[in-house]
C-alpha cells in the first residue's frame, strides 16, 4: 500500500510570502498525484492534478507543483500568498481508484 | 456546474441511534467514495464503490457502519447504532475514468453523536 507524507503540520506567514509545501509518496509504479485545498468549514477542492508529461503543473488560484520523481515529491507552490489562501492543504496519490492522502498541512496566512 | 450534494449537512444525534447520510454523486461518475475526518485521524476512506459494486470497504468498522449504492444517483452510508466516537465529518466523492482517478467532494455530513 502507498502512503503520502507531508513535511509540515502548520505553516503561518504572511502576505505576499512565498509558500512550499512538501509532499513525499511512497509509491513507485505509476502514481497520479493531486494537491487539494480545504478552507474552513468547507468541503476538499481540487488545485492541481498530474498523471504524465510536464512534471511542472499549474494549477487554480496561482498554485503550481512540481513532480520530481527521482524524489518521489510533489511539492506545491505559490510565489506570492494571499489572506484567503488560509486553508488546510492536503496532498494525495492514487493508485488505481484509490487515493491515499497525506495528513495535511494547515496554513495560515496573516495581513 | 455538476456538483456532489450530500444530506444532511448536519446530525445531531444520540448515542444508540441509527444514523443514516445520502450522497448524489454527479451524473455520469462511476465511482463513489465515502470519507471520515477528525482532527485526530485526519482523512480515512471508509468505503469505495465502481459501477454501484463495493470494491473496498476495508476501513469500515463493519459491525456498525453499512454503505450501499441502490441506483446510480444515490449512495447511502449508514452506522447503527451509533456512537460518540463516530462523530466526524463524512465525505462523499465521486469521480470517473477520465480523467483518470480524479475526485470531486461533497460538502459533507458533520455528525455528532451525544
Known amino acids: 500500500a502507498q502512503s503520502v507524507s507531508q513535511h509540515n503540520h502548520h505553516v503561518i506567514l504572511s502576505e505576499a510570502a512565498s509558500l512550499e509545501l512538501g509532499c513525499n509518496y511512497s509509491?513507485?509504479?505509476?502514481?497520479?498525484l493531486f494537491w487539494y485545498v480545504q478552507y474552513p468549514g468547507q468541503h476538499l477542492q481540487l488545485l492541481l492534478k498530474y498523471f504524465s508529461g510536464d512534471p511542472l503543473v499549474k494549477g487554480i488560484k496561482g498554485f503550481e507543483a512540481e513532480f520530481i520523481k527521482s524524489k518521489f515529491s510533489f511539492n506545491l507552490r505559490k510565489p506570492s500568498v494571499q489572506w484567503s489562501d488560509t486553508a488546510e492543504y492536503f496532498c494525495a496519490a492514487a493508485n488505481d481508484y484509490k487515493l491515499s492522502f497525506g495528513a495535511g498541512t494547515t496554513v495560515t496566512v496573516r495581513a | 456546474d455538476a456538483r456532489v450534494t450530500q444530506t444532511p449537512r448536519h446530525k445531531v444525534t444520540e448515542m444508540g441511534q441509527e444514523v443514516t447520510m445520502r450522497c448524489q454523486p454527479i451524473?455520469?461518475?462511476?465511482?463513489v467514495f465515502w470519507y471520515r475526518q477528525t482532527m485526530m485521524q485526519g482523512l480515512e476512506l471508509l468505503a469505495y464503490f465502481r459501477n454501484r459494486a463495493p470494491l473496498d470497504d476495508s476501513g469500515m468498522p463493519k459491525d456498525r457502519f453499512s454503505a450501499e449504492m441502490p441506483d446510480a444517483t444515490l449512495a447511502t452510508l449508514k452506522i447503527q447504532p451509533s456512537e460518540p466516537r463516530d462523530s466526524a465529518v463524512y465525505f462523499c466523492?465521486?469521480?470517473?475514468?477520465?480523467?483518470?482517478?480524479?475526485?470531486?467532494f461533497g460538502p459533507g455530513t458533520r455528525l455528532t453523536v451525544t
Open positions: 509509491y513507485g509504479g505509476t502514481v497520479n
Open positions: 466523492a465521486s469521480g470517473s475514468a477520465s480523467p483518470a482517478y480524479e475526485q470531486y
Open positions: 451524473l455520469g461518475h462511476n465511482t
